[in-house]
């Protein structure tokens, strides 16, 4: 009947941003090419490309029931060890954050506990203080 219908359409699906980071050091810097860090440290996340990494997130994410609406990919030599993305790329993600209404932030990549927390504050102090970091 009506009342199953309505029961669906009023769950509304969350929106979401990827943030991924581009590590430039993985293995430009070494001499070794894509195979010799697969066959050395067998199958890691840094072999494929950003945009191969990002596609997979992001079917994860709407299989988890969430919307993405949009990305924001930052190169970095190494991740910032206090909020993993660096200060000016928050400010970015607050204007997205801002223009579509997006309130869970998912890192394609592990952060520290440290690095979430400073994320989150340093999305309030920005006025998102209902903004989630996931990983």
């Not at 930052?74 to 928050?90: C, D, E, H, M, V």
Request: glycine content about 8%; hydrophobic content about 35%.
């Amino acid at each position: 009947g009506d009342s199953s219908s309505n029961a669906k359409n009023s769950k509304v699906k969350e929106k979401c941003l990827l943030v991924a980071v581009d590590l430039k050091a993985d293995h430009k810097n070494h001499g070794l090419s894509e195979d010799d860090i697969s066959l050395k440290n067998g199958p890691q996340r840094n072999i494929f490309s950003l945009e191969e990494s990002l596609s997979e997130l992001c079917e994860l994410v709407s299989t988890a029931g969430l919307i993405v609406d949009g990305y924001v990919t930052q190169k970095l030599f190494a991740p910032n060890s206090r909020t993993y993305i660096g200060s000016g790329k928050i400010i970015d993600i607050m204007s997205m954050v801002n223009a579509t209404g997006a309130r869970t932030l998912v890192f394609d990549d592990d952060l520290t506990p440290k690095q979430q927390r400073s994320l989150e504050e340093s999305l309030a102090s920005c006025g998102g203080e209902d903004v989630k970091v996931l990983d």
